[in-house]
């Protein structure tokens, strides 16, 4: 492996328990790839997707608790142009084997990429 994959290995937090031996492989992929990165990734997840708020006269801060993981999953994440960004920061940081498998099932992958920043929005904006 060369230096360039080395080097976004070593700088990704490491969560254990997360893999074992009877999952299949998008949920490896999800588990030892996906969740690190997008920890990784918090402070600037959490900044584009505040900026957006922002940039969309505050709307969400005046929704109940109730209405506001409804509305980051419709209007936040539902919007193509921050979708887009924020996937960007998450495959951007895969090392060239990762992204060979990201190109093959991307499909699958993105949907779980999808899911995977909704929670994590949701965890810090409710």
């Known amino acids: ?20 031996d009877e999952m299949t492989k ?35 801060y005046d929704l109940s608790m109730e209405r506001k993981p409804a509305y980051i999953k419709k209007n936040i994440l539902g919007d193509p142009k921050i979708t887009h960004e924020l996937r ?6 895969f090392t060239t084997d990762e992204l060979a498998y990201y190109l093959e099932n991307k499909g699958a992958i993105n949907k779980r990429i999808q899911a995977l920043l909704h929670q994590r929005v949701c965890s810090i904006f409710v």
């Open 1 to 20: 492996m060369n230096i360039y994959n080395n080097d976004k290995l070593r700088i990704r937090p490491e969560l254990k328990d997360l893999v074992n």
């Open 88 to 93: 960007g920061l998450v495959i951007g940081m």
């Open 26 to 60: 998008e949920e490896k992929f999800q588990n030892a790839t996906l969740r690190p990165i997008l920890r990784m990734q918090h402070e600037l997840v959490s900044l584009l997707v505040q900026t957006y708020i922002e940039n969309k006269k505050g709307v969400y």
